[in-house]
């Protein structure tokens, strides 16, 4: 049985033109990706994505406009699924009181994820691990 996995991302960038990247170790794997995840059932995308920003970043943010949907298939790393991601531009309410990391995966102990800026004219798409992800970092690079 296959099905559709509908996650939701938030582009995050501060006045250095840098963007918030998040590192994480989940199900054995680590990765990078941009903040953001799951759509519950009965919650909206913005819902969705202001419910992961206070999960993961203890941020309210504000939605500034729709970036980019999935438009190709995309099989999750993690389970059979169809993975559709959705990527809305942001800004934070109040500015982020998170320890931000210089060195990926590094991790505080006790602690499966961590946040680092990247500058988006360095920003690569081997900085992210999700194909989606890597198409989203090609598309902000012209953007930007």
Known sequence: MSYFNLRVYGLLINNRNEVLVSDEFEYA????????????????????????FVEECTAEIEVIEHFYTTDFYEKSSFNDSQVISVYYLIKEIKPLTLKFKTQVFDFD????????????????????????????????????
């Open 109 to 144: 102990e006790g602690s499966c994820q961590s946040f680092r800026w990247i500058k988006i004219d360095d920003l690569k798409a081997d900085d992210v691990t999700f194909k989606t992800d890597k198409t989203v970092v090609e598309m902000l690079k012209k953007r930007i």
């Open 29 to 52: 794997q680590c990765f990078s990706k941009f903040p953001g995840g799951g759509v519950e059932l009965g919650e909206g995308l913005i819902d969705a994505l202001k419910r992961e």
